[in-house]
Nanobody, 122 residues
């Protein structure tokens, strides 16, 4: 019932920046927390960042200080600003959403976007 469409992935040099965007549609009333996951070849899918409607954020240790997640509740969108990108950030990035979250803002995704490729290479 919920559709998540992500965009913004691209090829960028190490140290560069990208901004990923995700727009939710359909049964958006079901959406609480939103966030981003990523999966690199031969690696497990991992959480990158998340944000609640009230603005509680969580970040993976490997992106703290480099990535910033934000959302617009009225527009049902979530963005991920990625700065100082490293080759290790190369992955398919998936927008995700959950129907509930914990008191500290963590959540388990139940809706997924189609993914957008981020490649960091010189």
């Amino acid at each position: 019932q919920v559709q998540l469409v992500s965009s913004g992935g691209d090829l960028v040099q190490p140290g560069g920046s990208l901004r990923l965007s995700c727009a939710a549609s359909g049964s958006v009333f079901s959406i609480a927390a939103m966030g981003w996951y990523r999966q690199a070849p031969v690696k497990q899918r991992e959480s990158v960042a998340s944000i609640t409607p009230s603005g509680i954020t969580n970040y993976a240790d490997f992106v703290k200080g480099r990535f910033t997640i934000s959302r617009d509740n009225a527009k049902n969108t979530v963005d991920l600003q990625m700065n100082n990108l490293k080759s290790e950030d190369t992955a398919v990035y998936y927008c995700a959403a959950g129907e509930r979250y914990t008191s500290i803002g963590t959540y388990h995704p139940t809706f997924w976007g189609q993914g957008t490729q981020v490649t960091v290479s010189s």
